[in-house]
Nanobody
């Protein structure tokens, strides 16, 4: 089992920045990729960014150029640096992890709220 705990959410004005952190614990060696998804009220949970064990990254078009995902394997932590935030970035952000051999992300954190005011 893997536990994921997010932190770093909050209220920020449009144009501001936030850095989200996700600390993983438990069966860390079983993890391949990690990432962030977000869910706005009344909408589906959508991909924000992912990073695999080799450091390759993938971003949603809506955040490309504004967000950077990174991973500190020594600290078992993944980060999401978000810049130039927009009101439409308002959502609950979920950290996620995928076990080796799995096709889908199978571990999820509780989520952290990000609110961007106009």
């Amino acid at each position: 089992q893997v536990q994921l705990v997010e932190s770093g959410g909050g209220l920020v004005q449009a144009g501001g920045s936030l850095r989200l952190s996700c600390a993983a614990s438990g069966s860390i060696s079983s993890i391949d990729a990690m990432g962030w998804y977000r869910q706005a009220p009344g909408k589906l949970r959508d991909l924000v960014a992912t990073i695999n064990s080799g450091g390759s990254t993938n971003y949603a078009d809506s955040v490309k150029g504004r967000c950077t995902i990174s991973r500190d394997n020594a600290k078992n932590t993944v980060y999401l640096q978000m810049n130039s935030l927009k009101p439409e970035d308002t959502a609950v952000y979920f950290c996620t992890a995928k076990s080796r051999g799995r096709s889908w992300f199978n571990y999820w954190g509780q989520g952290t709220q990000v609110t961007v005011s106009s």
